[in-house]
């Protein structure tokens, strides 16, 4: 059977401008993406934009363009982004496109001709920075309890989805699948949230036009999170319900920002129980991150913009630094300080100098060529049974979206090296004659290591992993499924003499 894996970032909403919180689901995803791939799996991994609503339609008033304008001109900019970071999505969905508003359409009639959508008179509270509506009991002093902005009282005929009558059905399913919400703290507040009460939620609204038209009601649009939460299977070619949508639904792990867990974890759900759809098989929600210890805000003027980082300081640096950073999953703090630290001694001090040390002493002791081991001893077996081992805890890790405990483990792999080094001195061996099939072993080990430790880097550290494999005579498209076994690299291989890989940070 074809191993399969398929992974979404949300879409993300266009009245807002790529950030750093934007850049981090993404990069998950794709390492995630990189790794199942390196592992064999085809993989649909997918991203977009979501484009309708109120706020895009009166953002785009206000710049005096149509709101496809406004679309138009933002998504490129998440776009370019994606393409800067080197975001290898299978696709990228927009909410306006065809394929798109068919699907849902679909989806609206396939629940509404089970009766669980009805014409009713709606009267709540809505945020329209947050597009969330609330109970009267549920506003703090009248205000959004989600943002603390005003909220605005609306009464308006609307169609109504019968969330309410899944309430049970979807409490069985998240106690019959533990792994279905992550973290697990998140798990708990959705299934207090729902023991609640599940109202009915108004799917519909009347008072823009920017959306999907209600089929056959055209008075009406599709309420923006009904529309954009659809994407996750009109983007396969749902309704048709072969193709991509045959071969890859239910989806693997929907990849989000905490702040959007209800949409995931209970609307959604509901939507697809009442659709009679496959549920995804994990929802996994991820914290924030804090700059300098203060919540990003464009009040404060610290939002951080990740165009200026890559420029400043490498794409895979940025890369690494947000996936090593903290355990997916928590909340985060980005500062300056840390990233240069992540850098200099992670990067050039480790990683760097285990390339650059290794080569060199190859191309000194043996010139260009990887000499052939000699019989490993009892030290040897230790240091390279660690490499084995190290690759059946990352499939481990990459499955829980451990991304800071993968690289750590890699990075152990990186320190044993460097000590390995230390421990069989080269340079001390290179003096003896006695020594020389020694000297083999050692600098054999060291390079075949670090192939190894580039097949490992590689969904991280795109650019750097290549290059490694470069350096060391191998097809810097190999990936670790065919070439995760110790011994892969053959005597006389070509090995470049490295430059270094990460230069250092200078701190001001």
Not at 120 to 139: I, M, N, R
Not at 147 to 174: V, W
Not at 426 to 452: C, F, G, H, M, S
Not at 455 to 483: Q, R, W, Y
Request: proline share 6%; aromatic share 12%; net charge negative.
């Amino acid at each position: 059977m074809a191993k399969r894996f398929y992974v979404t970032t949300p879409i993300y909403y266009v009245n807002d401008v790529p950030h750093i919180g934007h850049a981090y689901t993404t990069l998950a995803c794709d390492a995630l993406a990189r790794y199942k791939r390196s592992r064999g799996y085809e993989v649909f991994f997918l991203t977009g934009t979501d484009e309708h609503g109120q706020k895009v339609e009166k953002a785009a008033e206000a710049k005096g363009e149509t709101p496809l304008e406004l679309a138009d001109r933002v998504m490129m900019r998440f776009a370019a982004l994606w393409d800067k970071l080197d975001i290898s999505h299978t696709d990228f969905i927009r909410t306006s496109q065809e394929r798109h508003k068919k699907g849902v359409c679909a989806l609206f009639e396939t629940i509404q001709a089970k009766n669980d959508i009805y014409l009713g008179e709606y009267v709540d509270w809505y945020c329209t920075p947050c597009e969330s509506f609330w109970t009267e009991t549920q506003l703090l002093d009248g205000n959004c309890p989600d943002c603390g902005r005003p909220t605005q009282k609306l009464s308006e005929p609307s169609y109504f989805f019968r969330m309410s009558k899944y309430q049970q059905a979807l409490l069985d399913h998240i106690e019959a699948n533990p792994d279905f919400i992550q973290p697990r703290s998140r798990r708990n507040e959705i299934v207090n949230f729902v023991k609640e009460g599940l109202r009915d939620l108004s799917i519909s609204r009347t008072t823009f036009s920017w959306g999907i038209p209600v089929p056959k009601d055209d008075a009406h649009v599709i309420y923006v999170w009904f529309d954009a939460l659809s994407n996750y299977i009109t983007a396969l070619g749902y309704p048709d319900q072969g193709g991509n949508y045959g071969k890859f639904w239910p989806v693997d792990v929907h990849v989000i920002g905490k702040d959007i867990l209800r949409f995931h974890s209970v609307y959604w759900p509901t939507f697809l129980l009442a659709a009679g759809l496959p549920l995804p098989k994990k929802v996994f929600a991820h914290g924030w991150w804090t700059v300098e210890g203060q919540k990003m805000s464009k009040s404060l003027l610290n939002v951080v913009e990740p165009n200026m980082l890559v420029d400043r300081f490498g794409v895979d640096a940025i890369r690494y630094f947000l996936l090593r950073e903290v355990p997916f999953g928590l909340d985060g703090d980005f500062s300056q300080s840390a990233l240069t630290s992540r850098i200099n001694s992670d990067l050039a001090n480790d990683l760097g100098n285990l390339v650059s040390r290794s080569t060199a002493m190859l191309h000194k002791y043996f010139g260009a060529a990887l000499p052939a081991p000699a019989a490993l001893a009892e030290f040897d077996h230790d240091y390279v049974a660690r490499f084995p081992a190290a690759v059946k805890n990352l499939d481990e890790q990459m499955d829980d979206l451990a991304f800071s405990k993968a690289l750590q483990t890699i990075w152990e792999l990186v320190s044993a090296s460097n000590k390995y080094i230390d421990d069989c001195a080269p340079w001390t061996l290179a003096k003896d004659p006695a020594q020389q099939e020694r000297l083999t072993t050692v600098i054999y080990n060291l390079i075949e290591a670090i192939r190894l430790i580039a097949l490992m880097v590689g969904p991280f550290m795109p650019t750097t992993g290549a290059k490694i494999l470069t350096i060391v005579g191998c097809d810097p498209a190999s990936t670790l499924e065919a070439n995760d076994q110790w011994g892969g690299l053959q005597p006389g291989t070509l090995i470049e003499k490295a430059a270094p890989l990460f230069p250092r940070i200078e701190i001001e």
